[in-house]
């Protein structure tokens, strides 16, 4: 056991000795790294929510990762920081999209986004319910107590129409290609799998910072 063991010290001390070596000089390493764990947009976009820290997650309903974050994101929104204004964008980069995100905008006018936004993804993801066109939505608001032609009304209106349009916009300006996205004050694209841990450090640095 001895004679093994003088074999293996020095291969031991090898592996171990180096990364001892790079704690011990930089033991204030932040825990997640720029261009890893997140990357700075090349151009900062402005923010909704002056005098707070944004941050913003975009979403499609019919995105199965969308869905598997959800419980994270509602989790963190029970300690979200007092200083921080979380923003959703369901966006709609193909035409199968865009009932998805009207169905959201709708929602959110009517005042029952609350009641609404989880029974979706679950109706689509659990229940493989086909939710993809204007009747079918109409069909699924009135279960939950939507009057259908008010919804409809607001399926339609121009401040859906603009808040889609606003919404694909900041996605093209963010440079988001898929979803779940989530950025950061208009500066930061998290890209870790451990993503709202990634948020709340990012949090904190935005808040150290001059102005923050």
Request: with cysteine.
């Amino acid at each position: 056991m001895t004679k093994l063991f003088r074999r293996l010290l020095p291969i031991v001390l090898a592996c171990v000795l180096p990364l001892a070596v790079a704690r011990a000089a930089d033991p204030a390493a932040p825990p997640f790294q720029e261009g890893k764990d997140y990357i700075r947009l090349s151009s900062p976009v402005p923010t909704s929510a002056p005098g707070k820290i944004e941050v913003v997650e975009l979403f499609w309903y019919g995105c199965p990762h969308c869905f598997e974050l959800e419980p994270t994101v509602r989790e963190w929104l029970k300690h979200k920081p007092d200083n921080v204004a979380f923003v959703r964008i369901p966006v709609s980069f193909g035409a199968n999209w865009e009932p998805g995100a009207r169905a959201y905008y709708a929602a959110e006018a009517l005042g029952v986004l609350d009641q609404i936004h989880q029974p979706l993804f679950d109706a689509i993801h659990r229940e493989k319910r086909k939710l993809s066109s204007e009747d079918e939505l109409a069909a699924f608001f009135a279960e939950h107590g939507v009057d259908q032609d008010a919804f409809r009304k607001a399926y339609n209106s121009f401040q859906t129409e603009t808040q889609l349009r606003r919404g694909n916009q900041l996605a093209q300006r963010y440079g988001v290609r898929g979803v779940p996205a989530v950025i950061v004050n208009g500066k930061y694209d998290v890209r870790s799998p451990r993503m709202f841990e990634v948020v709340d450090f990012l949090i904190v640095q935005e808040a150290a910072a001059p102005g923050g």
